[in-house]
């Protein structure tokens, strides 16, 4: 051990005792039940129901509410008092408006706060009081642990309690106090939270998702193809930037990028009310809760022409400088014959249909026009400028990672790239072979060079982050190509088919779980790949659990528009110290129908996986965390005071 680490470590630890007793806690803490993670994906912008799930913690809270006061409450009872610890501020304003009298809603303030106390303290019965203090309203710290921790055996302080509750309730504190405790409760069923993937897009409210996940108490998040996107446009990709204005606007989502994000669309308008029409492919998708005028629709179905052949474009000249990305097939204005208004793919050829092509020169057709080059370079400076932007994207960089291995589990959110074969496919990169757990890495390396240089636009790093939204070697992406171009022009759905990695198809069989988790040096008799990105068809018979429990894929439709094909409103999974949980959900209606039916949305969990042995903090990433900890200490120790 370094000797001038052990000195400066000295400077905190500066007498025997308090590295004693340092020792003695963190030993302590490795003997307790391992926290519960939970795990979400593909959430697409969708706040409201996100943020159910959050505060019930996919059904722990109801559980634990259940376990203490199912013998004394009525199953009405039980829903109601879950929904104040869901929604406290707004449950407690409805309850207050149906007591007529002060002492009426006095009286229920006494037994609801008693009732908070017992769920407090029952949530954190596997947590040390340290950890318990710091996850306490701060302004009733004192007394929550008085009222916590009292002993009336002999009746001494039987008063003393009750006068507490009183002056709480007297000095008018009484809903700050329910509130604190409801949202103390929801930190406590909730160790840890994995978002795995796909936060932006499609949604309405991406931006509150961040602005929830930043306050949250621990949270990492595995990137998705659609946060890299994001991610990519921030970084200086003007082909992703393209990409996120285009998929806004197909979903009727341009508020997030003009009134969220402050990036002016009026260039952008401008050019399309210039150059383009009515087309039926580019109308964006209707909304139940958006009423559009006529005039709304066509200016946001000509600025969707505008950005999408900005797009097609732009993905040109990296494909042409990329040899390594194997895309050639992709440069498909130059396999357009302009005067047929046909286009040639894969040797057969095809009528195109609902075209808006009278910014392309046939003769140059990956050329950008001075207008649409002025516009995009607006709207780049316009997204590298947005303070709130800036603050999501460099909160996702320091949260996030393309996978992770957290106590003996894969996370990721697309695939591992493989063969017919099951084999790791290799990509070369600058003259280098790249494969498996390898090639992750160097896409991460990669993402994380192009943020950090977001002043450089068309060099390698940048170009790869596209190439993580579209190339078929790509973990996000997975297929053998995107095909954007051909759903909005050519009507042979044959053309539409996008063919994915066999890690699809593979992912079925427990021993190619077991191959891609050893490739991550994890064990493979313990540990679970757990993935998002492909809606699981429930409504078909689909099951998310694959291979003897060792795959299970968690995006069951969270965003509306897989709803229909998914059958349910996305997946869940609580892995505690007793084993692993699925949760599957219904369709979110409303904060307003929980708050007045006291509906969960939640349908059926299903057992994943179940410990023999109850799992304890010393088998986790924390554990091996404070283990490191425990060595350095022991060796202070030996060091100052042991000679």
């Given at each position: 051990?370094?000797?001038?680490?052990?000195?400066?470590?000295?400077?905190?630890?500066?007498?025997?005792?308090?590295?004693?007793?340092?020792?003695?806690?963190?030993?302590?803490?490795?003997?307790?039940?391992?926290?519960?993670?939970?795990f979400v994906s593909d959430l697409h912008g969708e706040?409201?129901?996100?943020?159910?799930?959050?505060?019930?913690?996919?059904?722990?809270?109801?559980?634990?509410?259940?376990?203490?006061?199912?013998?004394?409450?009525?199953?009405?009872?039980?829903?109601?008092?879950?929904?104040?610890?869901?929604?406290?501020?707004?449950?407690?304003?409805?309850?207050?408006?149906?007591?007529?009298?002060?002492?009426?809603?006095?009286?229920?303030?006494?037994?609801?706060?008693?009732?908070?106390?017992?769920?407090?303290?029952?949530?954190?019965?596997?947590?040390?009081?340290?950890?318990?203090?710091?996850?306490?309203?701060?302004?009733?710290?004192?007394?929550?642990?008085?009222?916590?921790?009292?002993?009336?055996?002999?009746?001494?302080?039987?008063?003393?309690?009750?006068?507490?509750?009183?002056?709480?309730?007297?000095?008018?504190?009484?809903?700050?106090?329910?509130?604190?405790?409801?949202?103390?409760?929801?930190?406590?069923?909730?160790?840890?939270?994995?978002?795995?993937?796909?936060?932006?897009?499609?949604?309405?409210?991406?931006?509150?998702?961040?602005?929830?996940?930043?306050?949250?108490?621990?949270?990492?998040?595995?990137?998705?193809?659609?946060?890299?996107?994001?991610?990519?446009?921030?970084?200086?990709?003007?082909?992703?930037?393209?990409?996120?204005?285009?998929?806004?606007?197909?979903?009727?989502?341009?508020?997030?990028?003009?009134?969220?994000?402050?990036?002016?669309?009026?260039?952008?308008?401008?050019?399309?009310?210039?150059?383009?029409?009515?087309?039926?492919?580019?109308?964006?998708?209707?909304?139940?809760?958006?009423?559009?005028?006529?005039?709304?629709?066509?200016?946001?179905?000509?600025?969707?022409?505008?950005?999408?052949?900005?797009?097609?474009?732009?993905?040109?000249?990296?494909?042409?400088?990329?040899?390594?990305?194997?895309?050639?097939?992709?440069?498909?204005?130059?396999?357009?014959?302009?005067?047929?208004?046909?286009?040639?793919?894969?040797?057969?050829?095809?009528?195109?249909?609902?075209?808006?092509?009278?910014?392309?020169?046939?003769?140059?057709?990956?050329?950008?026009?001075?207008?649409?080059?002025?516009?995009?370079?607006?709207?780049?400076?316009?997204?590298?400028?947005?303070?709130?932007?800036?603050?999501?994207?460099?909160?996702?960089?320091?949260?996030?990672?393309?996978?992770?291995?957290?106590?003996?589990?894969?996370?990721?959110?697309?695939?591992?790239?493989?063969?017919?074969?099951?084999?790791?496919?290799?990509?070369?990169?600058?003259?280098?072979?790249?494969?498996?757990?390898?090639?992750?890495?160097?896409?991460?390396?990669?993402?994380?060079?192009?943020?950090?240089?977001?002043?450089?636009?068309?060099?390698?790093?940048?170009?790869?982050?596209?190439?993580?939204?579209?190339?078929?070697?790509?973990?996000?992406?997975?297929?053998?190509?995107?095909?954007?171009?051909?759903?909005?022009?050519?009507?042979?759905?044959?053309?539409?088919?996008?063919?994915?990695?066999?890690?699809?198809?593979?992912?079925?069989?427990?021993?190619?779980?077991?191959?891609?988790?050893?490739?991550?040096?994890?064990?493979?008799?313990?540990?679970?790949?757990?993935?998002?990105?492909?809606?699981?068809?429930?409504?078909?018979?689909?099951?998310?659990?694959?291979?003897?429990?060792?795959?299970?894929?968690?995006?069951?439709?969270?965003?509306?528009?897989?709803?229909s094909t998914t059958g349910i409103a996305g997946y869940?999974?609580?892995?505690?110290?007793?084993?692993?949980?699925?949760?599957?959900?219904?369709?979110?209606?409303?904060?307003?129908?929980?708050?007045?039916?006291g509906s969960d949305v939640l349908s059926v969990k299903?057992?994943?996986?179940?410990?023999?042995?109850?799992?304890?903090?010393?088998?986790?990433?924390?554990?091996?965390?404070?283990?490191?900890?425990?060595?350095?200490?022991?060796?202070?120790?030996?060091?100052?005071?042991?000679?």
């Amino acid at each position: 051990m370094n000797k001038q680490y052990l000195d400066l470590l000295a400077h905190k630890y500066d007498r025997e005792e308090k590295v004693v007793t340092e020792i003695i806690n963190l030993e302590a803490i490795l003997n307790l039940p391992k926290g519960t993670e939970h795990f979400v994906s593909d959430l697409h912008g969708e706040y409201h129901a996100f943020q159910h799930v959050l505060r019930n913690g996919s059904g722990r809270v109801k559980e634990k509410i259940r376990d203490l006061f199912q013998n004394e409450l009525s199953d009405t009872e039980l829903n109601e008092f879950a929904t104040l610890v869901y929604y406290p501020e707004e449950k407690l304003k409805l309850i207050r408006e149906q007591f007529g009298n002060k002492q009426a809603l006095h009286q229920w303030y006494t037994e609801i706060i008693d009732r908070m106390i017992h769920l407090v303290s029952y949530a954190s019965s596997k947590y040390t009081r340290s950890k318990l203090r710091k996850a306490l309203p701060k302004q009733f710290v004192y007394i929550i642990e008085e009222l916590l921790y009292k002993t009336d055996e002999f009746t001494n302080k039987k008063e003393y309690y009750t006068k507490i509750v009183q002056q709480i309730i007297s000095l008018g504190q009484a809903d700050k106090l329910i509130i604190g405790l409801a949202y103390t409760t929801q930190k406590l069923v909730v160790d840890h939270l994995h978002v795995v993937g796909d936060i932006y897009d499609r949604g309405p409210a991406p931006d509150k998702i961040i602005e929830t996940l930043i306050d949250y108490h621990s949270v990492d998040i595995q990137w998705g193809n659609h946060d890299v996107l994001w991610m990519g446009a921030f970084a200086g990709s003007k082909v992703c930037l393209a990409n996120i204005i285009r998929i806004c606007a197909r979903y009727d989502n341009l508020s997030i990028i003009e009134d969220v994000y402050g990036i002016n669309l009026i260039p952008l308008l401008n050019l399309a009310e210039k150059y383009y029409e009515d087309n039926p492919a580019f109308r964006p998708k209707s909304h139940s809760d958006k009423k559009r005028s006529d005039l709304e629709l066509l200016q946001i179905t000509k600025m969707h022409q505008a950005i999408a052949m900005i797009q097609f474009k732009l993905e040109m000249p990296i494909i042409k400088r990329r040899p390594d990305f194997h895309m050639s097939e992709r440069l498909l204005l130059e396999k357009i014959n302009y005067d047929t208004n046909e286009i040639t793919l894969n040797g057969k050829t095809y009528p195109l249909e609902n075209t808006c092509f009278s910014t392309i020169k046939p003769d140059q057709p990956g050329e950008l026009l001075e207008e649409e080059e002025q516009v995009i370079n607006k709207l780049l400076f316009s997204v590298q400028h947005s303070e709130k932007l800036a603050r999501h994207m460099n909160f996702l960089m320091k949260k996030g990672s393309l996978y992770l291995k957290y106590n003996g589990n894969l996370l990721i959110h697309g695939c591992i790239p493989i063969d017919e074969n099951g084999n790791m496919e290799k990509m070369v990169i600058e003259n280098h072979t790249y494969a498996g757990r390898d090639l992750l890495d160097v896409f991460e390396q990669y993402l994380r060079h192009a943020f950090a240089h977001p002043e450089v636009t068309d060099d390698l790093s940048t170009d790869m982050v596209w190439y993580l939204w579209t190339g078929e070697y790509s973990s996000l992406f997975g297929k053998r190509a995107m095909t954007t171009f051909e759903r909005y022009f050519i009507k042979d759905k044959e053309t539409h088919e996008e063919i994915k990695n066999p890690y699809y198809r593979l992912r079925e069989k427990e021993e190619i779980c077991n191959k891609i988790l050893e490739e991550f040096h994890l064990n493979p008799d313990e540990g679970h790949i757990i993935n998002g990105h492909t809606p699981v068809r429930e409504i078909k018979g689909e099951n998310p659990i694959k291979a003897n429990g060792k795959m299970i894929v968690i995006d069951g439709g969270f965003s509306k528009a897989y709803q229909s094909t998914t059958g349910i409103a996305g997946y869940t999974l609580l892995y505690n110290s007793y084993g692993m949980q699925l949760v599957a959900h219904e369709k979110f209606s409303s904060k307003e129908d929980v708050l007045l039916k006291g509906s969960d949305v939640l349908s059926v969990k299903r057992l994943v996986d179940e410990e023999l042995e109850r799992k304890t903090v010393r088998e986790t990433n924390v554990g091996e965390h404070l283990l490191q900890q425990i060595s350095v200490l022991k060796s202070l120790m030996e060091y100052r005071y042991m000679n």
